[in-house]
């Protein structure tokens, strides 16, 4: 078995052997060997060199002036055939004696460079006069100069213990720097956000892991409320030393167990690489707390062709308490997968962590808001936190806060940033003219005659003077953006002193924290403070850039994801409701009375006094074909979402039979058109702002009633997936034909404002109780308002046929 060798190590003796045919050299010398070695990718030698400090470049230089001294082959006959040296024969034997030595079954390439440096060659005479990197600490090195002695134990760090019982060990090398997150280094390197408002949670995973037993935490919450937050907030308290006696310095790792499972092609290899990881755990000594994100991956992950899953492999160690471990998945994975596994489940013990309101969300906000100033180079209002948190609850109804407001937050910033470092619209639209007049002026150098040059002539007089103006507002926009860019590199100094501040204070280094506290943090400011001044000052006559960012912005994403108009988030949309009904007048003919109905209830919703889970309005649309119901539909549509296409449309007549229900929200499990949603959830999923239009409501089956009652009462719907589809947003319509006739009575062409008010009352009396008899009762108390359409008069018709006539020939004439 020890006369095999591991697949890296065969790589290399391959690229020794293409080295020296390269070379055109007969043979295979240590010096060949030596190159391949510190050249090979994802070598441990390399990982070994590092660890070191040895300069890897000036090595490689010496190892190729050193071949270049090997006599070439004298016969081209000769080529192809290779022999070994002596010095590659004695290489080859001593590391055959190393893996053997260190109970390996292969040699591998770690055998094969011990053996480079314990062999007297001249590859080991190379070895010997290696430099080291400046940052490098080579005087810890026992000679002072890189040695057999002083390598095994670096060699011996790295491997940790581990045998060499496959082709491919290097993936069980540093297991935890290859495969996890130390989260306790990076809150140390002030890479990690701080964390706001979750005091009670942190508390909470603190005391758990302080139990003498069942002391493993799960974190259990939505995506996005701030789960690897807490874990976080906890590594920073353990930087802070603020927590107690049995947690200070331990180091949480955040394990990738995705990264642990990738390339592993054999069976077997998975299984390993967990194991090397628990033994790793295992020799610092209680040090690490695992932190598994997605902790319900942990069931079946690796499990392929029978081989135990990863759950299996930690579940003896969480048992003996030998490894401790924090968790983070979803309340429905952790039913699924873990509440499933009566074992796995028993070894961790459940925090519920509950989405922030938006009052905690503004908090932790104002919380981060210095790190997102600090990376974008602007400033943010706290008007813009205010409406990230309150616009992202009310319209991103798909995900959780704090997350989905940040990322509010964080798009709103870069976009600015975007504008600072482009160029601004005015001076773009300069460069446009400027390239519009050259192509004229070249078109007109083709063409002979007097006029061609007097048009010449004038082009060139008005070239100059556009670009004298292009060029006088660059060099505006340069300086602006110049005096912006130099502010926020001050706040990126400050926001590095600040850090290097926390580490002196860990370090007791008082000098260093006075040093910089009082000295180059104040000048630092004062400097900033006359920057600004300065900007102020250009600002009030030249000002191209904006470089806070308000509730606008804010509002403007919200939009670019959503589709709703920006008008719809900001105060705007209060003076285009209170024109509501004259621009509806425009699209809908001799409706008075039902755009005034459908106006008074929209802009109750939009006022505040309808709840906010319901729809933003409901209406049952009464009244016989062809008075304006879907022309209401589309213009309310068009109205509110200024998008013609917001218009979801059901036609009720295809769910007369009880089975075609299960369309509106899908088929359930195990039946077919499962995968492909449902037609009502899907659409407003996608397009969660929109008037849903349901034609014809009376011919849908009794069932399709029960799903309309849990969206006119709760605003949401949930699939055959478990997908919630929320409709607070949404218009919802519904229209029918019912007590048509008692409207027909009133005469041919009529119209119902020309009658008498007793016989109008009469009518809609008739009209509610052909409506109460055909629905039922809880239906008809959830609408908000029930909206008869008048039969049109010869007046409107007339009106109509003009409006239908002009759209005509408008699409005449563009054909």
Do not use: C
Not at 15 to 27: C, N, S, V
Not at 180 to 205: C, F, H, S, W, Y
Not at 689 to 704: G, I, R
């Amino acid at each position: 078995m020890n006369g095999n060798f591991t697949n890296k190590a065969q790589e290399a003796i391959l690229a020794a052997q293409d080295t020296a045919r390269t070379l055109g050299q007969q043979q295979i010398d240590a010096l060949h060997l030596l190159l391949a070695l510190i050249s090979q990718e994802g070598s441990v030698v390399l990982t070994l060199l590092q660890k070191i400090g040895v300069d890897l470049e000036t090595l490689k230089k010496k190892a190729k002036a050193a071949l270049d001294k090997i006599p070439v082959i004298a016969t081209p006959q000769a080529f192809g055939q290779f022999y070994l040296t002596q010095d590659m024969a004695k290489i080859l034997d001593r590391a055959r004696q190393e893996s053997v030595k260190m109970s390996d079954e292969f040699i591998s390439v770690e055998h094969l460079f011990l053996a480079l440096l314990d062999t007297n060659t001249k590859a080991k005479e190379i070895l010997d006069k290696a430099g080291f990197l400046q940052s490098a600490s080579a005087t810890s090195l026992e000679f002072g100069k890189l040695n057999y002695a002083d390598t095994l134990k670096a060699l011996s760090q790295i491997r940790g213990g581990t045998r060499i019982t496959d082709p491919e060990p290097e993936s069980k090398y540093q297991v935890i720097e290859k495969y996890a997150r130390n989260l306790t280094q990076l809150a140390m390197a002030g890479k990690l956000d701080p964390v706001i408002g979750r005091e009670n949670e942190i508390r909470r995973l603190m005391q758990v892991l302080s139990r003498r037993t069942k002391n493993n935490p799960v974190l259990i919450g939505e995506a996005g409320v701030g789960k690897t937050a807490i874990v976080e907030g906890l590594a920073q308290k353990i930087i802070r030393k603020d927590v107690p006696e049995s947690l200070k310095d331990k180091e949480i790792i955040a394990i990738d167990l995705g990264a642990i499972v990738a390339g592993t092609r054999y069976r077997g290899e998975f299984e390993d690489r967990v194991k090397a990881l628990l033994k790793e755990v295992n020799r610092a000594g209680g040090r690490y707390i695992l932190f598994i994100d997605e902790l319900h991956t942990l069931v079946g992950a690796g499990a392929a062709e029978g081989a135990i899953d990863a759950s299996n492999l930690l579940k003896p160690a969480l048992a003996r308490g030998e490894l401790k471990a924090i968790g983070a998945t979803t309340l429905k994975e952790y039913q699924k997968y873990i509440e499933r596994d009566a074992a796995l489940e028993r070894r961790f013990q459940p925090i519920y962590v509950q989405e922030p309101t938006i009052e905690d969300t503004i908090a932790v906000l104002r919380g981060i808001k210095e790190k997102y100033e600090v990376h974008h180079g602007v400033k943010i209002k706290d008007s813009a936190l205010v409406a990230a948190a309150e616009l992202s609850a009310r319209y991103i109804t798909d995900r959780f806060l704090p997350d989905k407001a940040v990322d509010l937050m964080d798009e709103a910033t870069a976009a600015l940033r975007l504008e600072i470092e482009s160029q601004p619209v005015e001076l773009d639209q300069l460069n446009q003219e400027i390239q519009k007049m050259e192509i004229e002026k070249e078109a007109l150098k083709n063409e002979k005659g007097v006029s061609s040059k007097k048009k010449i002539t004038g082009i060139n007089r008005g070239l100059a003077d556009l670009q004298e103006k292009a060029k006088a507002l660059e060099l505006k926009w340069k300086t602006e953006r110049d005096l912006i860019q130099s502010v926020r590199g001050m706040r990126k100094e400050i926001d590095d002193l600040n850090f290097q501040t926390e580490v002196a204070q860990r370090e007791a280094d008082l000098q260093k924290v006075a040093e910089i506290k009082y000295g180059k943090i104040p000048n630092l400011l004062k400097e900033i403070q006359r920057k600004e001044k300065e900007l102020i000052r250009f600002q009030k006559k030249n000002r191209l850039l904006k470089e806070d960012v308000g509730e606008e912005e804010v509002a403007r994403v919200v939009s670019r994801w959503t589709g709703i108009p920006i008008t719809r988030l900001i105060e705007a949309e209060a003076k285009k409701l209170e024109k509501m009904e004259e621009l509806l007048s425009k699209r809908v003919i001799g409706q008075a009375e039902a755009i005034s109905a459908v106006s008074r209830a929209i802009r109750r919703s939009r006022a505040g006094i309808s709840e906010e889970s319901r729809p933003m309005g409901s209406f049952i649309f009464l009244g016989p074909t062809g008075v304006g119901k879907t022309e209401t539909a589309r213009a309310l549509a068009e109205f509110l979402f200024n998008d013609p296409a917001a218009l979801v449309r059901l036609d009720m007549s295809e769910y007369m039979e009880k089975h075609t229900v299960s369309k509106m929200i899908g088929s359930p499990p195990g039946y077919v058109g499962y995968e492909e949603g449902g037609q009502l959830t899907d659409k407003i999923r996608r397009r969660p702002y929109a008037v849903v239009l349901l034609d014809e409501v009376e011919k849908a089956h009794p069932e399709v009633f029960n799903i309309l009652l849990q969206i006119l009462e709760d605003g949401r719907l949930t699939d055959a997936k478990g997908r919630v589809a929320s409709f607070r947003n949404t218009i919802l319509i519904m229209t029918s034909n019912i007590g048509s006739e008692h409207i027909a009575r009133m005469g041919a062409l009529g119209f119902i404002g020309n009658g008498e008010e007793g016989e109008k009352e009469n009518l809609k009396e008739k009209v509610m109780e052909a409506l109460k008899s055909s629905f039922r009762p809880e239906f008809l108390n959830r609408i908000d308002e029930v909206v008869i359409f008048n039969h049109l008069g010869k007046q409107e018709i007339k009106f109509s046929t003009i409006s239908a006539s002009r759209k005509s020939k408008k699409s005449w004439n563009w054909k």
